[in-house]
């Protein structure tokens, strides 16, 4: 875990502890993956509350933490023998009813919003090599699918495959549900799978990405699958032009320094320029990590500067109804002098090796 924004909103808010539910806080704390579970973060120590289910696990696996069984017991003695006058809790994460429990814990503490994903913006090396074997799952099932691939097959026939084979491949799970969106469905940005089949001359869009020890991939490709070596639209085979140029675009362009928003304004223009601006609706991209959707936000509005460290996707798209659409989306590391791209091997700074 990189400390840096951790040790920040302490300093910053004066706080004494951060205490957090989330499951997301907990893996990047202490490695520890549970579902229920108490993480308690001070400026020199660190404390993870697990029940029985989680104990035993957790003594072999746990880092950067002092485990503590969860019960009453050992909840109220540690609250009796703690003085916290501020408490941050994560605003992105923490339910009321959490609240709730933090201030009985803790009747005359103040109480201060912070941002959990905040914490975690830049990753270290061993979440980035989480990272790497995450994409590196993904894109081993994603191409031993398409040699799979064969005309008639449904959409919802491919989401299962390529949820088994990343499974097969060492992923825990889907980071999320896979869009496998085929002819006019893939100008749906967020398509979930139907049985509608898979046609030569059709725009195949795939977004997909496996989990590894509870972090994320998220990647994009959409092909024209032919098969039959058909004469193939022209417009098909232009919008897909265009989207993969803005993407090599965003990754050339990302370096430490500069605006998250500059690299949304990159591919934004230049899919403007080609006269389809109004078809790009959605962001640019967004941080990933442990959460699919992380921070730093890649978009019109994303003012985070970029540091070597933060691992973002870049995914320009356009999305014509009716007709198809196409993105490409991949996954990069900001380096000290530009990036690297995770998702395809030997790709520094926006250029292939």
């Known amino acids: 875990?990189?400390?840096?924004?951790?040790?920040?909103?302490?300093?910053?808010?004066?706080?004494?502890?951060?205490?957090?539910?989330?499951?997301?806080?907990?893996?990047?704390?202490?490695?520890?993956?549970?579902?229920?579970?108490i993480s308690i973060?001070?400026?020199?120590?660190?404390y993870v509350f697990l029940d029985m289910r989680y104990y035993e696990y957790a003594q072999?696996?746990?880092?950067?933490?002092?485990?503590?069984?969860?019960?009453?017991?050992?909840?109220?003695?540690?609250?009796?023998?703690?003085?916290?006058?501020r408490i941050g809790v994560e605003a992105d994460y923490t339910t009321l009813s959490e609240l709730e429990r933090i201030k009985k814990m803790f009747p005359n503490a103040e109480i201060i919003q912070i941002s959990g994903q905040e914490l975690r913006i830049l990753k270290d090396k061993n979440e980035i090599e989480l990272l790497q074997k995450a994409i590196d799952i993904s894109l081993e099932a994603y191409e031993e699918l398409i040699k799979e691939l064969k005309e008639g097959q449904t959409e919802r026939e491919l989401d299962r495959r390529l949820n088994f084979l990343m499974k097969e491949k060492g992923a825990q799970m889907e980071c999320f549900d896979s869009i496998i969106a085929t002819?006019?469905?893939?100008?749906?940005?967020?398509?979930?799978?139907?049985d509608r089949k898979i046609k030569s001359g059709d725009l195949l869009k795939i977004d997909f990405g496996a989990t590894y020890k509870g972090y994320g991939a998220d990647i994009t490709r959409t092909f024209i699958f032919n098969p039959k070596n058909e004469i193939v639209d022209p417009k098909k085979e232009e919008i897909l032009q265009i989207v993969k140029e803005a993407a090599?675009?965003?990754r050339q362009f990302i370096k430490p320094g500069i605006k998250a928003s500059d690299v949304d304004k990159v591919c934004r223009d230049y899919i403007a320029s080609k006269g389809y601006g109004?078809?790009?609706?959605?962001?640019?991209?967004?941080?990933?990590?442990?959460?699919?959707?992380?921070l730093p936000t890649v978009s019109t509005n994303g003012n985070t500067i970029l540091e070597p460290g933060m691992v973002i996707t870049v995914e320009p798209g356009i999305y014509i109804e009716g007709f198809?659409?196409?993105?490409?989306?991949?996954?990069?590391?900001?380096?000290?002098?530009?990036?690297?791209?995770?998702?395809?091997?030997n790709e520094v700074n926006g250029i292939k090796k």
Do not use: C
């Open 324 to 345: 198809g659409g196409a993105r490409i989306e991949d996954d990069l590391l900001v380096t000290e002098t530009g990036s690297i791209t995770l998702s395809r091997k």
């Open 248 to 250: 090599q675009l965003g």
């Open 278 to 294: 109004e078809y790009f609706t959605h962001s640019t991209g967004h941080g990933l990590g442990i959460d699919v959707h992380e």
């Open 183 to 194: 002819g006019s469905n893939s100008a749906i940005p967020h398509h979930h799978p139907t």
């Open 60 to 85: 072999k696996e746990i880092k950067n933490a002092e485990l503590i069984l969860l019960n009453q017991s050992n909840l109220k003695k540690f609250a009796q023998n703690k003085i916290y006058k």
């Open 41 to 46: 973060i001070e400026k020199s120590n660190s």
């Open 1 to 37: 875990m990189n400390r840096k924004y951790l040790d920040l909103t302490l300093e910053k808010n004066n706080l004494d502890a951060i205490i957090t539910f989330s499951p997301q806080t907990r893996i990047w704390l202490s490695s520890i993956q549970s579902t229920d579970g």
